[in-house]
């Protein structure tokens, strides 16, 4: 039988296998079913190895009978591969699945199919499977790690990039940029180093946009990825080159690449968040120390140790947080939002977050330095002293008027501290208070702001209480509980003004004498009137010392002691200072109305027993007086000792021990002048001459010596006591006159006296006063 025409119709040449088997077998049963060749890795590299037993035409050789040949590798594929698939899309229109590689499995299926020699048979099929199951499974693994040396295009590079095989692309990218430097093997020659050397970029370009992007993602993730130690060898592999092509600075890119993971961190914390400015730092803050903690616990054991891997996180985050906050200051601020912000900068960043006890041990602060610019922060300092300057101005001038409406109530009440103290307190404290609190330099300014605005106010204030006193028709009650309500204000305000003059001992001394000059006026217009006051209620007794029947009577004293007690109450309602300021007065002035009728003559005493009687009679009301100021306290005790030193020169004979007594009277009070030792000596009635002028003397002596005596009393005390009748001692005629001369002018005084004192009402052997 004839042998069928393989180009006639219908024959198993022509009828295609719907298994895509050999169409050269007739019994398609007896064939087995056969894998598709692109499906299975391992045989298709099995059959690559021996497709030169193919008797079909590859390459532009014969494959049968001939010499097997090695597949010439095939060029690396330019940079519109790269492009092509950044793009989603192939330059083949196929994938690698369709077909096991490059040109379709099914293609090739057919080519390896057809190899097995023409019409074929059991024999051959058993022999190409027998061939197929002998390859030992090491070859593959053989061939995978020659395959991985090989170099492999521009689109396989990118696939490893891809897939994050970091270390790997980059060596086969440092293989082609040799090959673009001509470093590749003698007698390969680039086919295109333009084009090369543009892959080469791109391929870096994509490289360390994943290493980046593998850098932010363990910063997000807060905890260790694998794909780190791809990205550390990158960096390494990148240092270890040598020549031009070495010098990518790859750790400074890291440095970058940390930053900006970092600003990405913050501002995704901040931007399309409202809130205040406070609730944006608390945001801030808790990221800062959560990514801190979790770099510390997590990253720095990835990375090696010159890497230094927490240091350069808490640098940029350093970095980021400066950025944030320089421009938080840039907007319009009110004064809170400034105070907080210099607060943030020199205190809440370095308490809240750099002292944190699980990341300070690896903090060194001298490193970091301010989160504000210098001069942002001078800028915020000054616009900050200037808005509470000119809001403080305001609101004690205001306070000021509310007060002066309370003054003129005419009511009595036992509240005597005045709501004004606080209130104006209130109102500087806080800045007072707060700014030393951020920074010495602003505290300082602001405390000189706050001092000059507080001096003027009391230089208003000093000018209502004048106002208040003079338009004051009498002295009333309640008068004087305002008045104690007024001058109570000035002990807290005085402290106040030190405290803030503290802070700048130089600039700030001239302010607080001006503030404690206005201070000082107040409580001396208080003083007055209350002085003015109790006196005002002592007088009738007052008037009786040294009169008629002061000499037999205690009705003065004991009504000057009783007046005091009553006042005293409602003088204990003052404050400390101003009390002791007040009582000190009264003190001066009650003593005041006892010396003054004795220095001005009206009572002259010629006998020793009269001197006596007048001189028990001093010392004993002295004592009392003494002892109701030792009980109201008084600060001028010593003041009690200037009338038994005048009691005792009327009563010595010794003219030594007068001179003696002369000298402590003058050590005790120094304003004692020879004026009033004059009229002292009249008093008791010592003219002559020789003692006179000896006891005289003492206070000549004293005023020309180069020690001046101790001041230990009240230096004004004698000077406000003025000596209103001339001396009944003639000096010059006396001391010219003879024994006799004198002996008459003596005896003529004498009678005179005698006589005035009888017309007066007062006979033979009765007191000696003038009155």
């Known amino acids: 039988m004839p042998a069928p025409n393989p180009f006639e119709e219908d024959t198993p040449l022509t009828r295609p296998s719907p298994e895509g ?48 040949t090695v597949e010439k590798r095939r060029g690396r594929r330019k940079s519109e591969d790269v492009n092509a698939l950044s793009l989603g899309r192939r330059k083949d229109g196929g994938t690698e699945e369709d077909g096991g590689g490059p040109g379709g499995g ?39 790690d020659d395959k991985s040396r090989e170099p492999l295009s521009v689109l396989e590079i990118l696939h490893l990039i891809q897939r994050r095989e970091l270390r790997l692309a980059d060596q086969h990218i440092i293989e082609l940029e040799a090959e673009c430097d001509g470093g590749a093997s003698p007698g390969v020659v680039p086919t295109s180093p333009g084009r090369q050397a543009k892959d080469v970029t791109l391929l870096y370009e994509a490289l360390m946009k994943e290493m980046w992007a593998v850098v932010e993602e363990s910063l997000n993730i807060k905890g260790t990825t694998t794909k780190l130690d791809e990205v550390i060898g990158v960096i390494q592999q990148e240092e270890d080159r040598k020549g031009p092509q070495g010098n990518k600075d790859m750790r400074g890119r890291w440095v970058e690449a940390v930053g900006k993971s970092v600003d990405n961190r913050l501002k995704s914390n901040l931007e399309g968040k409202m809130g205040s400015l406070s609730s944006q730092a608390e945001r801030v803050k808790r990221t800062t120390v959560e990514d801190l903690t979790a770099v510390k616990n997590c990253l720095v054991c990835v990375y090696p140790r010159d890497f230094e891997v927490f240091r350069t996180y808490l640098s940029a985050y350093h970095s980021g947080i400066a950025e944030w906050l320089n421009s938080a200051a840039q907007r319009s601020l009110e004064t809170n939002e400034i105070y907080f912000i210099l607060d943030w900068n020199s205190n809440v960043y370095y308490r809240d977050i750099l002292s944190r006890p699980e990341i300070s041990p690896l903090i060194n602060r001298t490193e970091l330095g ?57 109102i500087m404290r806080p800045h007072v208070d707060r700014a030393p609190a951020i920074s010495e330099d602003f505290g300082v300014l ?50 106040f003004a030190t405290r803030m003059a503290q802070q700048d001992p130089e600039q700030g001394a001239q302010p607080l004498r001006e503030a404690e000059k ?117 600060p001028q005790l010593s003041m009690d000792l200037v ?31 020879k004026r009033h030792l004059s009229a002292i000596l009249d008093v008791r009635g010592l003219w002559d001459p020789g003692p006179r002028q000896a006891i005289l003397g003492v ?42 001369g004198r002996r008459t002018l003596s005896r ?24």
Not at 124 to 140: D, K, L
Not at 376 to 399: D, F, G, I, K, W
Not at 468 to 490: K, L, P, S
Request: with cysteine; glycine share 8%.
């Open 21 to 68: 088997g050999n169409p050269f077998f007739e019994n398609d049963e007896v064939v087995e079913k056969r894998e598709p060749l692109g499906t299975d890795a391992k045989r298709r590299g099995t059959l690559e190895k021996i497709a030169g037993l193919s008797p079909f035409w590859k390459g532009g050789k014969g494959l049968l009978g001939g010499k097997v």
């Open 106 to 144: 099914v293609k090739r299926l057919s080519f390896l199919w057809l190899g097995s020699g023409g019409l074929g048979t059991g024999g051959n099929r058993s022999h190409r499977e027998s061939m197929v199951e002998a390859v030992p499974e090491r070859v593959e693994i053989v061939q995978e």
């Open 370 to 426: 301010p989160l504000l610019l210098s001069d942002t922060q001078r800028m915020l300092e000054h616009h900050c002293v200037n808005a509470v300057q000119v809001r403080v101005s305001q609101r004690l001038e205001e306070e000021l008027q509310l007060e002066q409406e309370r003054w003129k109530e005419d009511s009595i009440t036992d509240d005597v501290q005045s709501s004004f103290i606080g209130r104006v307190i209130q």
């Open 446 to 495: 602001m405390s000189r702001s706050c001092l000059g605005c507080f001096s003027e106010v009391l230089h208003s204030l000093q000018k209502a209480v004048e106002r208040f006193h003079c338009e004051q028709e009498g002295m009333t009650e309640a008068f004087i509980y305002r008045v104690i309500r007024i001058v109570n204000c000035c002990p807290p305000f005085r402290e």
């Open 518 to 634: 206005f201070l000082d006026r107040i409580i001396g217009l208080a003083t007055r009137s209350i002085c003015d006051l109790v006196l005002h209620d002592l007088k009738p007794c007052t008037r009786k010392l040294l009169g008629r029947k002061w000499l037999n009577s205690s009705d003065a004293c004991d009504g000057i002691v009783s007046a005091l007690a009553e006042r005293a109450s409602a003088l204990r309602k003052m404050s400390p200072g101003p009390y002791q300021t007040v009582v000190s007065e009264l003190h001066r002035r009650v003593l005041l109305e006892l010396v003054r009728p004795l220095i001005q003559g009206k009572m002259v005493c010629t006998t020793s027993k009269t001197r006596k009687k007048v001189s028990a009679k001093l010392k004993e009301e002295a004592k009392q007086l003494g002892q109701i100021f030792s009980r109201l306290e008084s």
């Open 643 to 673: 009338v038994p030193h005048l009691a005792e020169i009327l009563v010595l004979e010794d003219t030594s021990s007068i001179q003696m007594e002369v000298g402590m009277l003058i050590s005790e009070f120094p304003d004692f002048r």
């Open 699 to 740: 206070l000549h002596d004293l005023e020309n010596s180069d020690v001046p005596p101790p001041d230990r009393g009240s230096p004004g005390f004698f000077t406000d006591v003025l000596v209103t009748h001339d001396t009944r001692c003639i000096n010059v005629s006396l001391l010219r006159a003879s024994q006799f």
């Open 748 to 771: 003529l005084s004498c009678r005179s006296i005698a006589g005035s004192s009888i017309r007066n009402g007062v006979g033979p052997g009765e007191e000696d006063t003038q009155l």
